[in-house]
């Protein structure tokens, strides 16, 4: 069983930066593809950005291409979204996710393993 915890949200005006965490435990990190996803109120969870477990591979939602990496460091079994030039539509719970084949994907049931998310909200 692969336990994820998400931290680093919080709140920021328009234009700044953060930088979210995810810290796995259990199964095989290496192996893992990860992914970032997100929910605003009222909408359903929308793809943000997914990593290959080499780290090699990374996919983009296009509302975040240029503004958003991911990163990952396997020998410390974490993931890591860095956002910037951030806009009020970002604001949202933000979770992590494990996708145990490795298959990089956008497509939230094809993950695992999720956290419990992380609260990012951004003023005007």
């Known amino acids: 069983q692969v336990h994820l915890v998400e931290s680093g949200g919080g709140s920021v005006q328009t234009g700044g930066s953060l930088r979210l965490s995810c810290a796995a435990s259990?199964?095989?990190?290496?192996?893992?593809?990860m992914g970032w996803f997100r929910q605003a109120p009222g909408k359903e969870r929308e793809f943000v950005a997914a990593?290959?477990?080499?780290?090699?591979?990374?996919y983009y939602a296009h509302s975040v291409t240029g503004r958003f990496t991911i990163s990952r460091d396997n020998a410390k079994n974490t993931v890591w979204l860095h956002m910037s030039s951030l806009k009020p539509v970002d604001t949202a719970v933000y979770y992590c996710?494990?996708?145990?084949?490795?298959?990089?994907?956008?497509?939230?049931?094809?993950?695992?393993?999720w956290g419990q998310g992380t609260q990012v909200t951004v003023s005007s």
């Open positions: 259990g199964g095989t990190f290496s192996t893992y593809a």
């Open positions: 996710a494990a996708e145990q084949e490795g298959i990089v994907a956008g497509i939230a049931a094809l993950y695992d393993y």
């Open positions: 990593l290959a477990p080499s780290g090699g591979g990374t």
